[in-house]
């Protein structure tokens, strides 16, 4: 009998080794290299023998196609970023923190599914039955018609999934836990966790039920195991949030059957994830209107607008290099923004400490935000106080000029529809007047201010100095 070959697999690149070193040459990172079952010996029977292929059916471009029938899970934040609902035969795989929700997001998803007459199975990995009923119990879900099982192995999974009437979703809670009997190695290894994937997947394909996959994260915020996982799943969500802040963030990074670009927005309470129907006035309460540093930047996630407000601190530094600190923001995109701040307006921040924060614990990932914190940054180093009725958007370049971006008529009615009256934007050709589709012109619902340079709001910050609004002088 042939002695099995030893591979080394890299635990966080998934790369093949030959043999054992303390750096793995893909991805660089040390001690992640693991003794593992070759990857032939993970092949099924027929296919180790080299069976003689058959012939498959080709088929044009042209034809009819349907959309993808949908299940709506009833919770309408979870259907916006899955695309309008759950695809059957689909899989999904959500990473997200510890203790950021994901549990008690996927149980408030089953049991709204069982409510409306769907089978319901959640296979945990991780806890106890009891300890699922008690989450349940503490949500108020306990009659929910949903079947737990507490199993980490995919063929008894698999084989219990096929008994009886086929599930409308499984959830699995999670991936890294799982392991299969093809593979000889420990649970949650690179080769486990893509093994249990496959079977999992061609479950679903097979039998046309939906599949959620729960993912680890590593310290890095991605989710851990081989990212072949990615590729193979339809759909990658990540479950976002601080665990100082009371709310969460569904956002799409990857789905094959709904766009990539939307968010979810749930707000965490003694009885679970409540959904928030206007994030914008979420994430606008409590701001301070009479301070400067602060200003709102009307932003797009997906198709929905969101408005959040930017803070800037500029004070002068104690040390040799200044210190740049960004939450919520590419701190790339700062450095940028502080450059053109001063090649272009001769705003010096060389000598100055900058923090920047996003409020809420929101994350902005779009360039449009640039002319909202170059405003902050100027507001916080002259003491001017920015308008509290207005908002901001645009996009600036190296040259010192503001781009238009889009949706801009979109940013505009979400801001008027939270009482803002003004809006500090680009003059746009299409977008800021118009619909943006070349049609009819649509009068903006609120006055805006154009700039075409960063100069511009540097000019008008600085015409404003420190003053006050009058409220703030009658209350000082």
């Known amino acids: 009998m042939a002695k099995r070959a030893a591979s080394f697999i890299c635990q966080v690149c998934g790369a093949a080794h030959t043999r054992w070193q303390g750096k793995c040459d893909a991805c660089g990172a040390w001690n992640s290299i693991a003794e593992e079952a070759a990857p032939g010996d993970t092949l099924p029977a027929t296919l180790r023998g080299g069976r003689k292929g058959r012939l498959i059916a080709l088929e044009s471009l042209s034809g009819t196609s349907e959309d993808a029938p949908r299940i709506r899970v009833g919770i309408s934040e979870l259907d916006r970023v899955a695309g309008g609902g759950l695809v059957p035969g689909s899989v999904l795989l959500i990473g997200g923190d510890p203790g950021i929700g994901k549990s008690t997001l996927l149980i408030q998803a089953s049991a709204a599914l069982a409510t409306a007459g769907h089978r319901i199975i959640y296979v945990s990995g991780e806890e106890a039955v009891a300890q699922v009923r008690l989450r349940a119990e503490r949500l108020g879900l306990a009659g929910a018609a949903v079947e737990l099982a507490a199993e980490t192995n995919v063929e008894d999974i ?52 939906a599949v959620i996959l729960v993912g680890h994260v590593t310290k890095d915020g991605q989710i851990a195991g081989p990212r072949v996982v990615e590729h193979m799943v339809d759909a990658v969500l990540s479950f976002e949030g601080d665990g100082a802040h009371h709310f969460r963030i569904l956002r799409a990074q990857k789905n094959r059957f709904g766009p990539t670009d939307e968010i979810g927005v749930f707000e965490m309470t003694g009885l679970g994830l409540a959904e928030v129907a206007n994030p914008s006035e979420l994430f606008l309460s409590n701001r301070d209107r009479g301070a400067p540093g602060t200003a709102v930047y009307a932003g797009m996630e997906g198709t929905r607008p969101v408005l959040v407000e930017i803070q800037a601190l500029v004070v002068p530094t104690s040390l040799g290099t200044p210190r740049r600190a960004v939450v919520g923001w590419d701190p790339s995109r700062l450095s940028m923004v502080l450059a053109v701040l001063e090649a272009r307006c001769g705003v010096k921040l060389g000598a100055h400490d900058v923090h920047l924060n996003v409020a809420g614990g929101f994350r902005i990932t779009e360039p449009a ?59 746009a050709k299409g977008s800021a007047k118009g619909n943006g589709n070349g049609g009819a012109k649509e009068e903006p619902p609120l006055a805006i201010e154009t700039v075409s340079s960063l100069g511009d709001i540097v000019a008008g910050i600085a015409a404003r100095g420190g003053r006050r609004p009058p409220r703030e002088r009658q209350e000082g």
């Open 158 to 209: 698999v084989a219990t999934l096929a008994e009886g009437r086929r599930p409308a979703l499984v959830v699995i809670d999670s991936i890294q836990t799982m392991w299969t009997d093809t593979v000889e190695s420990a649970p949650g290894t690179v080769t486990q966790v893509r093994s249990s994937a496959q079977i999992l997947i061609r479950y679903a394909k097979r039998a046309g039920a």
């Open 369 to 427: 935000a640039d002319l909202a914190v170059a405003a902050a940054l100027v507001s916080s180093l002259s003491g001017a106080v920015l308008p509290p009725d207005g908002v901001y958007f645009g996009e600036v370049s190296l040259t010192g000029a503001v781009r238009a971006v889009p949706h801009a008529m979109a940013r505009l009615k979400e801001a008027a529809k939270l009482g803002f009256t003004r809006a500090v934007a680009p003059e």
